[in-house]
């Protein structure tokens, strides 16, 4: 019972940029492999199967799968039975670079839409003062004309000519 093997022992698996596979059959640090390869970084690659998606045509149903590279720091330890992938310094930093772009592309929609909302309430306020003015308007218009009218019944009692109440 005891020489029950695995058939294939687990092992740290290193794919280099140029295609290359490395094996470890030991856990070893992140450290360690970027010391022995200069100007790299080590990631972990984690393969994620989305759902099935459809050709736009109504063609036929494919699996997307997402491959996920998250960067290990120095002081980590790659485990037996995951894969990693060396990643080139240029790499990383075009990465870095295109993370900030969209957080500034998000930052700037999100700061445009703000701003469209602001300006319609503004536009909506103005709209409505515009109103409540004209409204007014219409109200002094209408104590102008009454103003008017007591101004000419004075006017008519003095001369005599507006009928008198019993």
Same mark, same amino acid.
């Given at each position: 019972m005891g020489n029950c093997q695995a058939a294939e022992a687990a092992a740290v698996v290193i794919q280099h940029p140029g295609g290359r596979v490395e094996r470890l059959c030991w856990s070893t640090s992140a450290a360690e492999v970027m010391r022995a390869n200069p100007g790299?970084?080590? #990631? %972990?690659?984690?393969l994620r199967v989305?759902? =099935?998606r459809q050709d736009g045509d109504g063609g036929a149903r494919r699996t997307v799968r997402l491959t996920r590279v998250k960067l290990l720091k120095p002081k980590e330890t790659l485990?037996?039975?995951?894969?990693? !992938?060396?990643?080139?310094t240029h790499e990383?930093?075009?990465?870095? $670079?295109a !993370?900030? =772009?969209?957080?500034?592309?998000?930052?700037? $929609? @999100?700061?445009?839409?703000?701003? $469209?909302? %602001? @300006?319609?309430?503004?536009?909506?306020? #103005?709209? #409505?003062?515009?109103?409540?003015?004209e409204a007014a308007e219409e109200n002094d218009n209408d104590s102008d004309n009454? +103003?008017?009218?007591?101004?000419? +019944?004075?006017?008519?009692? @003095?001369v005599g000519l507006h009928g008198s109440e019993w």
């Open positions: 790299h970084y080590i #990631a %972990l690659v984690t989305a759902e =099935e485990l037996l039975g995951h894969a990693y !992938r060396l990643i080139t990383v930093t075009k990465a870095v $670079q !993370r900030k =772009e969209e957080k500034v592309r998000k930052a700037q $929609q @999100q700061m445009e839409e703000s701003r $469209q909302k %602001l @300006q319609s309430k503004a536009r909506a306020a #103005a709209s #409505a003062a515009a109103e409540a003015d009454f +103003d008017d009218e007591a101004a000419l +019944d004075a006017s008519l009692d @003095q």
